[in-house]
């Protein structure tokens, strides 16, 4: 069992930056790859970004690419979401998880409970 729990969110206001950070604990966090979605309230939940277990390959949405960077802590069983020039479409609950597939997996085995993350003026 793994568990998620993410931190960072808030209020910022356009072309502002978050960091947001997935701390977990259970069963060993550097045999899974890590990945971070969002659901914007009445749309589908999306895929952002994922980071392989090493850390050396990652993927990114193309809405994102650019402006959001993945990264991850082994030691610290921690993941990290940097989110630059943030938009007002970026607005939604971002929820960290984690797969023992690859970063291009569509399978998540665990999930955080989210954070929300508002882009407003």
């Known amino acids: 069992q793994v568990r998620l729990v993410e931190s960072g969110g808030g209020l910022v206001q356009p072309g502002g930056s978050l960091r947001l950070s997935c701390s977990t604990s259970g069963r060993t966090f550097s045999s899974y790859a890590m990945g971070w979605f969002r659901q914007a309230p009445g749309k589908e939940r999306e895929f952002v970004a994922a980071i392989s277990w090493s850390g050396g390959n990652t993927h990114y949405a193309d809405s994102v690419k650019g402006r959001f960077t993945i990264s991850r802590e082994n030691p610290r069983n921690t993941v990290y979401l940097q989110m630059n020039s943030l938009k007002p479409e970026d607005t939604a609950v971002y929820y960290c998880?984690?797969?023992?597939?690859?970063?291009?997996?569509?399978?998540?085995?665990?999930w955080g409970q989210g954070t929300q993350v508002t882009v407003s003026s």
């Open positions: 998880a984690a797969t023992d597939g690859s970063i291009y997996s569509t399978m998540y085995d665990y």
